[in-house]
């Protein structure tokens, strides 16, 4: 078992997560409250079964250097480059090498989709 750290956008926050290499899609949710404590003030008492799962075709990559949070968000929440995947699915499906430089994921919730997605 081999420790991955990728990136996700959950609603409009760009976070890392780093998970287990046969972790299972909606595991992501968990391990990202178990991680950082503003997400379980996002998260509140939602369950996995609550939101959608999106793997980006073409992971949006970080820069090495300074960059603007809000300009990659917006790139990754453009839904022409998602692709809905089960939260059962491992985490294998998002791309062959899950990359610590990239976003790899979106999670939005279920239902409507906000008006600030595109």
């Known amino acids: 078992m081999v420790q991955l ?6 609603k409009t926050e760009l976070l890392p997560v780093t998970m287990s ?17 503003a997400v379980r003030r996002i998260l509140g008492r939602s369950s996995f079964e609550q939101y959608e799962y999106y793997k980006l075709n073409n992971p949006v990559a970080l820069p090495r250097g300074v960059y603007n949070c809000d300009e990659i968000v917006k790139t990754c929440l453009r839904r022409d480059n998602w692709e809905r995947v ?3 699915y491992t985490l294998d499906v998002l791309a062959p090498t899950l990359s610590n430089n990239h976003v ?6 279920k239902g409507e989709m906000p008006a600030y997605l595109f």
């Open 21 to 37: 290499d046969d972790a299972r899609i909606y595991q992501t949710l968990q391990c990202l409250k178990s991680q950082i404590n």
């Open 104 to 109: 790899h994921m979106v999670i939005q919730p």
């Open 86 to 88: 089960s939260p059962s």
């Open 5 to 10: 750290t990728f990136w996700v956008v959950l």
